[in-house]
Nanobody
Framework: QVQLVESGGGLVQPGGSLRLSCAAS????????MGWYRQAPGKQRELVAT???????NYADSIKGRFTISRGTAQNTLYLQMNSLKPEDTAVYYC?????????WGPGTQVTVSS
């Protein structure tokens, strides 16, 4: 089992920055792939970025150049540095882990970009 908990969401003005964190726990040694997804009101959940255990990132086109995904030295920690935020980035952001073919999700953290 894998438990994921996000933190770092909040209200920020357009052009501002936020850093999301995710801590994973459970009977795991290393998570092969971790990622961030988001869901805006009335929309489907969408991929933001993923990263492998070797540090290879993958980004959605909508956030390339603005967001950076990284993993902590503890490996089972995950970060998302979000810069140049736009109102359309407003959503609940979810941490995700893929292990032995199963997806695990955190409860989500709200990010609101508004003036």
């Amino acid at each position: 089992q894998v438990q994921l908990v996000e933190s770092g969401g909040g209200l920020v003005q357009p052009g501002g920055s936020l850093r999301l964190s995710c801590a994973a726990s459970g009977t795991i040694f290393s998570l092969p792939v971790m990622g961030w997804y988001r869901q805006a009101p009335g929309k489907q959940r969408e991929l933001v970025a993923t990263i492998t255990s070797t540090g290879r990132p993958n980004y959605a086109d909508s956030i390339k150049g603005r967001f950076t995904i990284s993993r902590g030295t503890a490996q089972n920690t995950l970060y998302l540095q979000m810069n140049s935020l736009k109102p359309e980035d407003t959503a609940v952001y979810y941490c995700n882990a893929l292990l032995t073919g199963r997806h695990y999700w955190g409860p989500g953290t709200q990010v609101t970009v508004s003036s």
